[in-house]
């Protein structure tokens, strides 16, 4: 579609009164999606999904030149969510504005999907009124800050942003990220129990509470206690086994994902999993091990160690090119996965055996294996 603008400029403001559900598609000369003047027409509008537009440079233009919108409307929009795909010239999804007569207070759900010319997410007068906000998700995006800097406060004025409903923060592939929000602030998220986050580099889970400042997305013991889902890297993973924690910090995670261990001679930490006592769902996937576990110790602690380590219900192993084969005598898989029920092998090109013995099968009820190429056998004789 070559449209360059959508909307009449005189647009009667009853004529979408009723509309709900607003999707743009393939429109690859158009520059904004809601100018100005629009803002006061879709009053009712709950859903907003722009896709591949190939010129889409503002989604919610709240200025232009020959209007001041901050004068000449108020708007308290009921919008809930907004899913953004697929737009490489998107360089502003609200263009900032100072006033504080339009409001986003209804939304409940961003998406965003490689918009690599996104550099920020929020203004600063859109951000600190998202009490309603459930879940943020962005992948492949250019992403620098989620919300950007007040510009009308102090640099040494510290500010405080409360998100009471968001229950999920899931980051992938945005190796630009480094922080929340520019400047001195404290963030607080109650209701956080989903946390997601791989290949932000930039992103550090574990950090102090004065890091706030700048880099950390979360406090460890503010936040994680609360989690039941997680994701953890390279970086994570010795200080968690280190001790650096109280024992009982990751005590209700039920589902743990660790990604993009790189070191190629390493071995899983088996060790590591000892601290999550209510785990059921493993995930491991991007890493070069060689060995999926392994015994760390002495044959007598080892023993010990593995009795401490919860039983899952639920392994999936994708993208772990170096391992050759899964299950070895004796293995504390034994232990492990002695009540496992879900068993998914995703993309082990190397993967030549699980070795799994027939006992292995009683409480299992789903095992999905797929692109394993070279995998020659799956049950021990």
Known sequence: ????????????????SMLKELTVKE???????F???????FRKLEKLIPTDCASLEEVFQLQAQSLNIEETYVVDSQLREVNLFRLPKLKHVWTKYRKRNISFKSLRQVRIQECWSLKTLFPFSIAKDLQQLESLIFESCGLEEIVSKNVEGSDQQEIWFVFNQLSLLEFWNLPYLSCFYPGRNRTTW?????LRIDGCGRIKIFGHEESQIRDSLSLVDKVVPQLEEVSFSHDDIPMISDGQYEADLFCDIKFLRISCYSHESAVFPISFLKRFYNLEILHVVSCKFKELVSFESGASEDKDM????????????????????????DSPLDHICASLECLEVWQCG???????????????????????EKMTELITS
């Open 1 to 16: 579609m070559k449209a360059k603008k959508i909307w009449h400029s005189k647009l009667h403001t009853n004529s979408f």
């Open 27 to 33: 429109c690859d000369v158009l520059l904004n999606s």
């Open 35 to 41: 100018p100005p003047f629009l803002l006061g027409v």
């Open 190 to 194: 109650p209701a956080l129990n989903k």
């Open 306 to 329: 593995i009795i401490t380590i919860p039983k899952i219900k639920e392994l999936r192993l994708d993208a772990l090119n170096n391992i050759r084969h899964l299950w070895k005598q």
């Open 350 to 372: 190397n993967l030549i055996s699980l070795g799994l013995d027939h006992s292995f099968f009683e409480n299992l009820t789903t095992l999905d294996i797929w692109k394993c």
